[in-house]
């Protein structure tokens, strides 16, 4: 009787190493996320580590164009602030020198023009007459996303959504 779930297939170095290019080269992937697969298909000690040294030799592993990638798509496509992109980037056990790095390589303007695309979409929305309930909502949606407080108070300022 066969299980919902799949077995795992256990592999020998050279497959897993072979395997872990394609896997890497499909998506960009963390150092965690590879080493969660490469366990998951039966490598431990040093041939899981002879393999992530070959994938980072080989560029098939990097952490900075990693987070680089994840940070902009994030940004791009699901309009997620720093703080949203910098949790997320440290769930995927991103060092914290490459995440600064990542979240200020979004550009400055692009990202104050987002909150305030974002707030005015928001601010059609909502049905609130009270201006300071109205404000709260804005807040609370855009601090969601994850956007920092005296950046939205700004834009919103600026824009007089308040």
């Given at each position: 009787m066969k299980s919902?779930?799949?077995?795992?297939?256990?592999?020998?170095k050279k497959q897993a190493l072979a395997?872990?290019?394609?896997?890497?080269?499909?998506?960009?992937?963390?150092?965690?996320?590879?080493?969660y697969k490469l366990v998951e298909w039966g490598m431990r000690g040093d041939e899981l580590e002879e393999i992530i040294t070959d994938l980072i030799i080989n560029n098939f592993l990097n952490e900075e164009r990693f987070a680089k990638s994840y940070a902009s798509g994030?940004?791009?496509?699901?309009?997620?602030?720093?703080?949203?992109?910098k949790?997320?980037?440290?769930?995927?056990?991103?060092p914290d020198?490459?995440?600064?790095?990542?979240?200020?390589?979004?550009?400055?303007?692009?990202?104050?023009?987002?909150?305030?695309?974002?707030a005015v979409k928001k601010a059609r929305s909502l049905s609130e007459n009270d201006p300071f309930k109205r404000k709260n909502r804005l807040m609370s949606y855009l601090q969601a996303k994850g956007f920092e407080?005296?950046?939205?108070l700004l834009v919103l300022k600026a824009s007089n959504l308040n």
């Open positions: 919902g779930k799949q077995e795992a297939v256990l592999l020998d395997k872990a290019e394609s896997f890497c080269v499909y998506q960009e992937r963390s150092q965690k996320e590879v080493r994030k940004f791009n496509i699901k309009h997620w602030g720093r703080i949203k992109i949790q997320g980037l440290k769930l995927k056990g991103v020198k490459i995440l600064q790095k990542a979240i200020y390589s979004i550009d400055e303007d692009d990202y104050l023009q987002t909150i305030e695309k974002l407080t005296d950046l939205i």
